[in-house]
């Protein structure tokens, strides 16, 4: 989701970031998934086709560091055929998230049975507009 924000500043996930700016939900925030998503928004594939600011992405990972809830994965998650989805799935069971967005069927699976609500980037939003969150 914080990828395709930046890739679209006008799309839903744009607007869930914005939505989280303005404070109307947490996010569980781990260093692995900061550090993946400064990978991945400094990629030059990503760079070379759409106009990103190196200072927005510091201003993003600097406020998911200060406002995120922030737990730290041991490795200890071994469920999913990914390990960087073990890191995610280990980070949101830390957190205690209640829901994850991702389309990652592998990850939805084993999200699920730790009881987090998956929904897709749209679904997310319609709860949200819903103040069902």
Known sequence: MWVSAFINPS?????????????????????????????????PRITKRYPINVADVEELLDLLTQR?????????VKECRDPDDDLILETAILGKAQYAVTRDEDLINRLKTHDIVVLSVQ?????LDKDEL
Not at 123 to 127: G, L, M, V
């Open 68 to 76: 995120g809830i922030f737990v730290s994965p041991t490795g200890a």
């Open 11 to 43: 799309g839903t996930p744009a607007q869930l970031r914005q939505a989280w700016h303005d404070g109307k939900y947490d996010v569980v925030v781990s260093p692995p998934l900061l550090g993946e998503l400064a990978d991945v928004l400094s990629r």
């Open 123 to 127: 679904q997310f939003k319609e709860k």
